[in-house]
């Protein structure tokens, strides 16, 4: 299906003939690395000199994904012609500095900064990937193969937490359908490597995040933590907390979950909100200078901040958006 909005980027990066960065957001989740690699696999078909880059380590359970392997850990010295930011609102959201003549970003975050006629954000796409997918079947539908869309369905089945989340509509099926009948995903394949590959110290760290949990604001606003010293107890990585908050929005009654990371090597509190119900998350992330959307979103506070005042804060903030 043809789709003429995609039209100035597919034109952009068929002519274009510079080095490509493709760049992932930091703490890169399923979306930043499938979106990047199906554009990665499909720009190196296209005879384009592409690379992969992110600031930190692909997670283990995203490491099955061909080229996984090809990233370079940013920041690089190396200056590019063009850095395509996957999934994030802005070159910020890598965390790191990054040199280049021109930025442009394919992104589904609402907000966030705007570099050039061939963006492509879709704020109501469920996930990155979705964008993705319509950018190359516009270009070359016959150059998508399994490996590619495979990474597609990846960005698509983890934003959409493996297609139950609010933004999995009728939609998200199709593309699903169209990737596994056409193009020979195997979801379960997918869904083996990202859920079933748990290290054991994934779920002792679990285990004492779980005995963190408390409630707020009459059983509304759950609060979850981990402490760097519990990660370097157990050798555990930052990537090992991923979804952890959402076993503190599953308690019943339960319509914001807070998780709080704390990097001590980064010197922050990574702060992870989301919701069930009607709360927009993101506007709260806002106020603390992060983002994301109504269902998840993201921000940071020093960590010279003691931890409780930054629980303050949050609940502060949450309680004035009210009706909660
Ligand atoms: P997570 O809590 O999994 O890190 O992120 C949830 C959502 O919020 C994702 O869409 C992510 O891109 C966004 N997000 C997380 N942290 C930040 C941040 O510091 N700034 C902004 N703008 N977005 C963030
Ligand atoms: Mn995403």
Redesign the pocket.
């Known amino acids: 299906m043809l789709v003429k909005e995609y039209v100035p980027a597919v034109e952009f990066l068929k002519n274009f003939d510079g080095k490509i960065l493709l760049a992932s ?1 930091e ?1 890169p ?1 399923g979306d930043t690395v499938g979106s990047a690699l199906a554009l990665y696999h499909f720009l190196k078909k296209k005879g384009k000199n592409v690379k992969l880059g992110c600031k930190d380590p692909i997670p283990y359970f995203l490491a099955f994904l061909p080229g996984a392997e090809d990233y370079i850990q940013l920041p690089t010295e190396e200056e590019f012609d063009l850095v395509v930011v996957v ?4 070159v910020d ?1 890598l965390g790191v500095p990054v040199k280049a003549k021109q930025f442009m970003r394919i992104d589904h ?1 609402k907000g ?1 900064d705007f570099y050039c006629e061939c963006d492509l954000i879709e704020v109501d796409a469920p996930a990155t990937a979705k964008v993705v997918y319509y950018l190359l079947s516009n270009w070359d539908a016959d150059a998508i193969d399994e490996t590619i869309a495979t990474c597609i369905f990846t960005g698509l089945a983890t934003d959409t937490g493996f297609f139950i989340n609010p933004n999995t509509d009728g939609e998200v099926f199709q593309l699903a359908s169209l990737l596994v009948d056409k193009y020979g995903v195997n979801p379960h394949y997918v869904a083996e490597n990202i859920r079933e590959r748990n290290p054991l110290r994934r779920l002792k760290l679990l285990s004492k995040a779980l005995d963190s949990i408390r409630l707020e604001n009459h059983g509304k606003v759950a609060v979850m933590y981990v402490l760097q010293d519990w990660l370097d107890e157990l050798g555990a990585q930052y990537a090992d907390t991923e979804s952890f ?1 959402n076993y503190a929005r599953s308690i019943d009654g339960v319509e914001v979950a807070i ?1 709080i990371l704390e990097k001590a090597k980064e010197g922050v509190w ?1 702060v ?2 989301r919701s069930k119900g009607n709360f927009d998350v ?1 506007v709260v ?1 806002e106020q603390f ?5 109504k269902y ?5 506070f020093p960590l010279e901040k003691p931890l409780e005042e930054v629980i303050n804060d949050l609940l502060k903030e949450i309680e004035k958006r009210n009706n909660l």
């Not at 999934?87 to 802005?90: F, I, L």
């Not at 200078?289 to 959307?293: D, F, S």
């Open positions: 957001h703490n989740d999934d994030a609102s802005s959201r975050h966030g908050v998780f990574k992870s909100l993101s992330c200078g992060g983002g994301g959307h998840a979103a993201g921000c940071k």
